[in-house]
């Protein structure tokens, strides 16, 4: 099929190239002239596993091509996908500018039957926006249809080519005969193709994301109780993970969540209930408790060195929100950091994707390390931030010679608590009592 995809970004560059893997035609289009000049180089712009080789196989096979002609790719495609950015705005809503922008141009281009496509997570209602937009100025058929993404950052290639279902939203018949068999390769081993109206898959999209932020909040919760009580939460994670109704996935507790998509779509989901006269509470408390995870793991460093950390150093191990990204967007990981510079402490940071993306926020503020040893070398203390696999299995006789004091804050839960005793760690977690040597 021909597809185009309009906006090169996390979305659209993982839809575009996986279609292109299953022999479709796709062109990228976005309006950054570098990124796309970058793109045509064989130069992807972020960091995800197994990208590389497909998107490589599908440009030799030239079956993946880009652009910043809009009109020019959209002539050629019958369907088009949305993948553009939907920031929230400072109360919380998502900002459809540059959705509404292009189904503006759309309507003024197309000159025969197209398939445009929200991709993008969008409040309920943005189909019907887009539609009334395009038809200003179409005089040809289209149909609008929300297909919301399900993919998580350092997965996206397999959640994309494995889906758990696809989600599609459409009233017209013939829209959902070319969309089952766009998505029929993807679905072979019987999961899924879930039709439905627009609205609701634009708020599946929503609940889905909003329920699994609900379980890390959830359960950062049972963690600050746990260390009240004396109870251990990797036990009670187990405990209560083993029953099918509940599941094991997203029961491990942190320093909250952060990302493009949970922050972001559990604000946008809680407006959209403000604007219908609803006031979302269980979103609210999500919400709540995710930035005071933060706060709290603050608090356990600046308590231990009694709120004195002026010219203290500080060795950050992770700064992407979660493993196998290089996205810091929300990251937990830049909220301590901020937090520890206005106390006047010294950084040295060390990340194996994020620290580019990192340094346009700190620049020279902080001291980037080329591997994870130099950054603990004269820290008063380690703080784990993200759970990379690097960080799971380090020299242990090497972090207690380069580090000052044995210290070490763990905002992930990376270690087993008896094997930080037995070596004589100063060992705060998540959940779990303090190790005091």
Known sequence: MK?????????????GTCFAETGNDVICVDIDRHKIEQLQKGIIPIFEPGLDLIFNRSVEKNRLHF?????AAVSTATIIFLALPTP???????????ILGVADELGKIITDYKIIIDKSTVPVGTADKVREMVARHAKVDFDIVSNPEFLREGVAVDDFLKPDRVVIGTSS????????????????????????????????????????ATKISFM??????????????????????????????????????GGSCFPKDVQALYKTALENDYTFDIL??????????????LQKILHKFEQQITDKTFAIWGLSFK??????????????????????????????????????IFGDSIQFCDDQYEAIDHADALVIMTEWSEFRTPDFEIISTK???????????????ESMKEMGFYYESIGRQIVNN
């Open 3 to 15: 597809i185009a995809v309009i906006g090169t970004g996390y979305v659209g560059l993982v839809t």
């Open 67 to 71: 652009t910043t002609d809009l009109e």
């Open 88 to 98: 929230p705005g400072e109360d919380g809503s998502a900002d459809l500018k540059y």
């Open 173 to 212: 018949e013939r829209a959902k005969k070319v969309l089952n068999q766009l998505y029929e390769p993807f679905v072979r081993q019987g999961n899924p193709i879930i039709f439905m109206d627009e609205r609701s898959a634009e708020m599946t999209k929503y609940a889905a994301n909003s329920f699994l």
């Open 220 to 257: 950062n919760e049972i963690a600050n109780l746990c260390e009240r009580t004396g109870a251990d939460v990797d036990m009670v994670r187990k405990g209560i993970g083993t029953d099918t109704r509940i599941g094991n996935r997203f029961l491990f507790p942190g320093v909250g969540y």
């Open 284 to 297: 609210k408390s999500v919400m709540q408790v995710n930035q005071r995870q933060r706060e709290l793991f």
């Open 323 to 360: 493993p196998n990204t290089d996205d810091i967007r929300e990251a937990p990981a830049i909220y301590i950091i901020e937090e520890l510079l206005k106390r006047g402490a010294k950084v040295k940071a060390y990340d194996p994707e994020g620290m580019a993306n990192t340094k346009k």
């Open 403 to 417: 580090l000052k004091s044995k210290i070490v804050f763990d905002g992930r839960n990376i270690y087993h608590h």
